[in-house]
Structures are given as structure tokens and as C-alpha cells.
């Protein structure tokens, strides 16, 4: 027994410092292209590991019914590094989480609760639509554009994991019309009219 | 209106063929270290990107009260390359998904019902170990071995997903007791007695 | 001398068959996650590594008054993982490359000719926008939207390079209106009136 | 001559700053997902690519009468970030290196002494079981359960390499024995009796 | 509309602080692996996207007749972690960019003036060698030996690009000629005599 | 007991053919950018992982005094996308591993004989020179210029390990002198005169 523990003492030892099999977020260190800085492991806990931030449902009271509430590096400081990430999907009868896409993850959606109408399209302009019950996986390929919707008489609850701790969510009508691109440019880059433009401006909190 | 159908026809005709959003498992084709090669884009359908399988309930009735149902590439074709993977793990009370790793993947667990404690060590030899309710999310890294147990009195399902088509999914007492590896070797290599190896052995089937 | 033929013998024998510095595209063969089969090493040549196809001008007699000519993997077969490839960009004066995604890479622009306005917007919802000259470089970091504009008065050329060899091509247009999704699935993930969406689809040649 | 000089002042000078063909660690710097912080490299020598810690035989005065030196990023800042690094395995007669992982790399073992049986076993659950003499190599592929036994009457001396900077190691005894991970627990994850798990925690000073 | 607006607010706020799209340089915080530190967000403009400084001629008044401009993530920040960078060649007729590599990264060369004779040579000591025109592209592979030659009577000039925003530069000759590897060395491991050595070292400022 | 092989038949079954935990090279089937297709893993066996190729010394019978042995991925097929593979080095009293790069690998050497003299030099053109001793590594950063050369009065056996399992091998002599590229070309591009660039022709076998 003695031996023993005189050998684990040396293995132990030799391998101090050269662990580092995770990399818990520290939000405030400087970021790099491969995440944030970690952590030092003396003061990371398995409430780290841990998040029930997707336990409750987000709130869907608005005109799109429907909530997303992200599991990122950023909220999920033990995801950093791991190359994985989720995100909870509420949608009341007739929600929608509008088209969108991540401009770094591939996307598997597991649906929890309901009915959930759910695409994406691919580079070629192939459209893959499905409807999709409980218990079900669909996968959306990363960066291409995607949606899902609760189908008519479903509160639908869904689960999306991501392929980066760090995905990134772009939503399409929020990148055209809720930031400061002038109209012309929005009308001259979709071939929309100015009207529509302004209408869904107006409506988003778009200027110029 | 003559004029953008010719300008879709030249943009569309100019990227054909350069397309590969995706790479749909053929697996009766030749495997790269990348995965599997790709079936046709003419033959991929959205029944490609999306899987049933794990809507029903594994089969419990085992020593381990437990069942894990996988949903790789193998079993996703659509998944292949896309760095994500998932499973379904039911448990009932006491239920356990006993010691394993991942050789190729971190690891994200939902609970969607019950409670589950789960746990893993770290190279450094810490233990992180938690009781998770329904919505809970919890991570372990890359290769670690970690386990899933069922609290007593529910009856748990969670459902994990990997940051990779194909994870692997090692059981360390299938490993050691499951397989011909000489009692002496495995006692050597892990400081069991014989009898407990060959009392392991005979319950998981192996020999020598 | 004869001892040197002799070691070039040794050392080349060796190395004899160990040599894959690139993978020359065999677009008939399997592809992988990580790209087309390579061409057997004795077939290729230099002109699997050069390409003339972005030195004449593409039509830009349409509405866009632009064009776009890709050099992917499936047309330049030796940039086959290697982790680049390239485009090139013609626009008569107010000619428009409209708002597209790449899913799965970067992208640098460089202006040859005329003077180009470029935008993208982040995930951040933030709009970066510039007006570049003849000899200025601009980056669209990967999966973002982006767009390019040919100023008034000015015909221009650009050429972009990519961070992979098949980078695909997602024109947000093409995608909401050049296919058979549903009218009405549409309008509920664009907030788009049915009037405008089923205007563009009939210019885009869209269905349902 | 005075052409070549200005010639060279001026490619120097162009990539001044730009150069970063290695990130000696600086072990006191942030850590982030891709390994340790770049030393300057003003304040790199020659002893940073250097490493004679691995010259020395390890202690095999232990029960297992084995040991093992490492030379990862935390002891050979050299190669943080280059994807390789190294250990020493010391074996006398009987000696062991027990069952275990490394959580994050692929390893190549080289006898350069001794006679040594080396085994890993598959997520398939296969064995692969060699007796190696000197000169000869052997590859465990990434994070399966491996081990070396040096065999009777030889005194072994074994240099492995690893595919990462950081590849981790995992012994399998010491995640389960020799930490504080409840008895109970450790039963139910490994199907051993109290009794075993009680006499391997006291040899190896686990805990509860 | 104010149920809209209340949407976009709980989008906005909930992917808050999770959002990298892109790692802007900051040159004066520390490196990793992956690349140097990230400019915070809110300091970043489109100007760390753009990058003017390949648009002038570099001087060509040298013996070489030749010059290049590196746009690397260091002279052009917005590239960091995007996985491309760039560079400009500019030849006078006769003008030579010689033998070097590049030790991270592949390249692709556009020929937007003039006419160059580039080629490189493969791990099997085959030549691809090739007289490129105006608008061609040719590919060197990943860490090639290669070169560009300006033909005589024309005045080129070229861009290229690279798969890393580090892509590293190794001119041969500098490497072999202009430091202080002592010439017995140099003659040791090319086989040049002392003469040709020590002449070489004089014109490029090499000493020993 | 029954139960529990009844547990074990699930578990396989249901990862059975999700399993790919390594990919040996099947030499005659497609290759990809990721390496060798696959073997059957029913025909994998123990020696698919097991090389003795580098137990025996290399032949120094020739002018460089040297010689190098390598354990790639197409003699050693275990190794196949493992990112790894290894080489012996064989000198005799003053052998020489002439300059070379590999293009796409960092490098690890252990001196297990005799005294080395080994050394790099980096992209800033800075030299990183070094005598080893039995035991000792040094690394090699990933494309650099880097040489061996034995010590007088020792005849010196070194392994080196790479990070990649196709590191390539590129000397620069053979580049250079050693295959069709006009002298002239050769001497514009390194500075050399045409007399030494045809006198090692002649050794090396180069023509034109």
C-alpha cells in the first residue's frame, strides 16, 4: 500500500500543470479566435458544467408568439471551447422563430412538446420542409437559412444544440430592417419596395 | 421581369455543381477519416435531415434499468460531417448509464423528465457531480468519463447530443469484462483481484 | 557523385507513395465530408492548378446588371482542400451582387476596377459599410450577410477569395422566392405581405 | 550588392510584426481553448524547442513498478500549440502502466528498451493485444482505454507521442478509487462490490 | 407593432454578449495559438475590415526588381481568426519574387497585370510550372517551395491570398544566406561550396 | 446475471455499426483531403496498428552519410487521419540530413544515439541551433527549414514524430537541383550562379 501511494504521488505530480481538459469561460479575460479565456480550474465548480436557464419557458407574449433563449458561451461559461452550445425554443399556437440562420454551427432541433412545422434551404435552392411531433430530430446544415413554426392549435416547445459553443443568430428581416442600412440599399441588395421596406422598418426599430 | 429570370439562370447555372452544404451519409460507400461519403444531392430528400428514432422509450427491463439509443451517423445519415450527433437515455428508478467515455466528443445532457445525478472526473482527478432536474443542461468535455443515474423513485429521460457525427461510446466495465482480454492482464492493469474479474467476466460475457 | 545518386535513390524510395501535398479533385468519385476523391497523382498536371476562367468578363446584360463566375472546387479542381477558392464579380454602373451568405466561409474582396460599395451585417445587428476604390481589400467574416454595389458611373470588377474550396452561395432572394415554399410560410417567417412575396416570385420564377 | 540589401530591408520590413510561426507558452498569461499565451518572441531562444527532462529514467521503485515522465505544453513550452507532444514510460520487470485515456489525442508508443505487451480495446469492444520489442512502434487511436505491461525479466523503456500539446491522461483506477466520488456511486457506474471499491479507495487514497 | 417591437427587444437582450462573429486584432494583447486577442466589439468599425494598403505599387527598385506587401492579420486586423490574408506583388519586367514557402497556409495568385512564370514544386520533386496572363489563378499548395517571375518586357503585378491570417513567409535564400548560421553548416546540410556561401552571405548580410 | 447480458445485447446492438474509432488506410481505394479510405474494420487487426519498420538502421552507405526511414500513414496504414506519424534517422559519424521542410507537420525529434546537431529557422529568419545528446527532443515548427546533422566521432539514431499522418518530406537540394526546372529559372529565383546550379544538377540528377 505503501508503494502504492508513493506511485500515485509521482504519476500525480508529474502530470500537475499539464491538465486542461476544459476551458470554463472567463468573461472578463481578452477573447480569442478559439473563445474566450479560461478560467483558472482552482476556481471552476460543476456548477460551471451546469445551467437550468432553459428549464422555465420564455416569454411569447409578442407579435411572433414565440421565444428563444440561448445556452452560449457567453450565458454557459463551461460550453467555451467544447464546440457545442443550445438554445430553448417556446412557441405558442401559430408562433414562429423567423427565418435565420448561424453563421458558425450546424443546428439539430429536438422537438418537446407540440407540433412544429419546420426548413431550411440549401445553396442549390432546394427547399426540405417537414412537419415534426415529439420526440422528433431534424438537423439545419450550417449557415444556411432556416425556420420553425408551431403548427395551428400547438404550444410547441423544441431544444436546439448547436455544433460551437458560440454559434452566432442572424435573423433575417432584423439584419434588413432594424438596424441603420439606408432604405435604397435595402431596396437596391432584396428588391423590395421602399414602401415595404419602410412599413417593416417602422415596425422593427430600423432607421435611415 | 425577362431580365432577372435571365439573371437567376446565369447566377444558378454558374454555381452548379459547386454545391456541398451537406454530405449525407451513402454507408455502403468508402468511409474517409472525415466520415462517410456523401449519397447523390439528387437523392437526398428531407427524410435525410430528419429522425424519428428516438421519440419512443428505450427498453428498461435490464440490470441497469437503463437504455441508450443511439442517433449517429450510422443511424442519422444526414448528421455526417456536421459535427453533432445525439442519443436518447431512459432510465427507470435507480436506472444507470454505468461509467463510459466518448472517444471523439463532448457531451451535452437535457433531462426531460425525472432526476438524474450525474457526474465526471477530470484528468486532474476532480469529481463534478450533480443532481439535475427536468430542463437542466449539463456539459462533459471531451473523453472524460463520466455517468448518468437515475435518483430514486423517478423515472428519467434525458437526451444527449455530441459536438461530432460519430462520438464512439466506450463502457469501461464492457472494456475490461466483456470481451477476451486475459483475467491476468485486466488484473495487472487495474489492481482487481481474479475473482472479481472472472465474476465480471461471466455476468458481461467474457473470456479468457 | 555515385555515392549522392545513391542516397537520392535511398531517400526518394522512402518517401516513395507518402506523398499527398494536394488532392486534385476527381469530380466523378466519391466525395467526403472533407471534400472531392483526389485524381490519381500521376494524371495531374499544372493546369489542375491554374485557372482562366475569371479572366473575361461575365454578362452582365440583367437586371442586376452584375454577374458572378465562380472558381470552386467543381470548377478548379486543384483548389480541392486547400482551404481556398474565388470568385469574380461584374457590375455595370449600379449593378448589384444582392444580399447572400456564404455558409461556410470568409470571404476578402478585392476591387480591380470602378468603386464598390460593401456592407455586412453582424449577428449584432450592426451594419459595417464602406465605399472601396481600385486596390482596396474588404473581409465579410464567415456565414454573415453581405452584399455589393456597383457606384453610379462606375463599372467595376472585383474578385473574392474565399476560406474554403467550396464555400456554397446563399442569395436571401433566391432563397425566399426562387422555389416552392409555400406563399404563406413565407410571409409568417419575413412578416412580407403575400402581394410582395408573390410579386417576387414571379419574377424569381418561385411556386405555391 | 547595395540593390540586394535594400531589397532585403524592404520583404523584411513588409512582414515585420507579421510573424508567428510558433507560441512558445507562457504559462502565466490567459489560457484560451487553443492552449496557452504566446511568450514574445523577442524573449525566445533556442532552449524553448529544447527538452532533456525525458533523459532520465523515472522512479519505478512503486507497486507498479512503472513510471511516467511527461513532456506536455505545462513542461515543454515549445510546443504549445503544434499539435504534438511526448512522455517517457520507465517499466522494470512487471512493471505497468495501467488502463487509461488520453481524453484529447491519438498516441504513438516507440520501445527503445525491453519487451513490452501494449493493448487498447474499441468502442466496438475489440482487443488489440501485441508484444512489442525494441524499434517497434504502436498507435492507440484516440481516447480508448490502453496499457503497457513490460514483460517478465525485462526492464522496458518506452517514448510516447501524442497529437496535441495538451493530450490529458486519464487512469482509470484513480477516477474511480482515489478520489472523494461515493462508494455507492462508484458500485452502482461499475457493477464492483463495496468491498473492492473500499479496499482499492484505501490503497489508493480515495475518500467516502 | 409594439408587440413586435416587445419581440425584438427579448431576441436582442437574450443573445446579448454572445456574439462574435469575427476577433478584430488587438496587436497589443496577448497571442494564442489561434491568433492575437480580440478588439472589444464596441471599438470595432467597418475600417477594421478594410484595408487600403495593397492598393499603391510597391518599390520594385531593388535587385530582385521585385516587392511584396503583406496584408496579414497584423498590417489588416479584421482579418484574425478568418482563416485569410493577402498580399501584393508587384514585378518590373525581370523582376523575381524567389523560392520561398509558406509555412501555414495555401495560395492562390491572381494576375491582374502583365505576365508571370510561377511554379512550385511537390513533395515528389515534380515541377508544375506555368506562364500565367492577365486574370489566370494558379494554387500552391500548403508549404510548397515556389516562385514568381515577371516575363521579360512586362511590368506585372499580382495579388495573392492565403488561407491563414498568419500564413508566415520563408524566403529560402534569407533562411539559408542573410543570419548567422555559420557557413560550414550551410554547406554541410545544401552541399554549396564555402565560396558560393560566404559570397551570398555578403550580399544578403549574413554573417559567420 | 441474465439481465445483464440482456443490458449488454441492447448497448451493442444499438451502437453497433456507429462505430468508428480509427480508420486504417485502405491503399487502393479513394483517397479524400482527409486521408486514405477506410479498410473494413471486420479485416482490421492488431498489426494494422503495429509497424516494426523502424527497428532496423537505415543504409548511411552514401555521400550524406544518413538515412531516413519513414513510418507514414502509407507504410504504417494504422495511422491513417490519426494526425501522427514517425521516421527514423540514421547518421554515421558526420551524416547529414540535409535542410528540408515538411509541409504540412510540426516535428518532434528524440535522440536515442550518439549527438545530433539539429536547427530551424523561422519565418523573422532567425536561427534556432542546438547540440542534442541521448534523450533529448526539440521541436520543429510546422513548414520551417530545419537540418540534422550528426557530430563528429558519433554515429547518431534519431525518431521523429509528426503532427499529421501525410507529413510530406520536401529537401530542399532535390527542389531545387534534382528535377527539370530550367537552371536558369533555378538561378533566378535563389541567386545562385549557373555553375553551381549545374554542377549539382549533375550530382542530383537534374536536367535541363
Known amino acids: 500500500m505503501f508503494k502504492l501511494l508513493f506511485l500515485l504521488a509521482i504519476l500525480m505530480l508529474s502530470s500537475d500543470g499539464a491538465v486542461q481538459d476544459f476551458c470554463v469561460a472567463d468573461l472578463k479575460a481578452p477573447e480569442s479566435p478559439s473563445g474566450y479565456s479560461?478560467?483558472?480550474?482552482?476556481?471552476?465548480?460543476v456548477d460551471d458544467f451546469v445551467f437550468s436557464g432553459l428549464s422555465a419557458a420564455g416569454n411569447t407574449a409578442s407579435i411572433i408568439k414565440a421565444a428563444v433563449t440561448p445556452a452560449?458561451?457567453?450565458?454557459?461559461?463551461?460550453?467555451?471551447?467544447?464546440g457545442l452550445s443550445a438554445a430553448r425554443l417556446d412557441l405558442a399556437p401559430g408562433g414562429v422563430i423567423p427565418f435565420h440562420t448561424h453563421p458558425g454551427a450546424?443546428?439539430?432541433l429536438l422537438v418537446v412538446q407540440g407540433s412544429i412545422t419546420a426548413g431550411f434551404v440549401s445553396?442549390?435552392?432546394?427547399?426540405?420542409?417537414?412537419?415534426?411531433k415529439k420526440g422528433d430530430l431534424m438537423v439545419f446544415p450550417q449557415g444556411l437559412l432556416h425556420f420553425q413554426v408551431s403548427d395551428a392549435g400547438y404550444t410547441s416547445v423544441g431544444?436546439?444544440?448547436?455544433?460551437s459553443s458560440n454559434p452566432g443568430l442572424q435573423i433575417t428581416d432584423f439584419a434588413l430592417f432594424a438596424n441603420d442600412l439606408p432604405t435604397k440599399l435595402v431596396g437596391a441588395t432584396t428588391f423590395l419596395d421602399e414602401a415595404t421596406i419602410k412599413k417593416l422598418k417602422g415596425v422593427l426599430g430600423g432607421t435611415n
Open 72 to 82: 452560449f458561451a457567453a450565458q454557459f461559461p463551461g460550453l467555451n471551447g467544447l
Open 159 to 163: 431544444y436546439v444544440f448547436f455544433s
Open 123 to 132: 445553396s442549390a435552392n432546394s427547399v426540405y420542409l417537414k412537419t415534426l
Open 38 to 45: 479560461c478560467k483558472s480550474v482552482t476556481n471552476v465548480t
Open 106 to 108: 450546424s443546428e439539430i
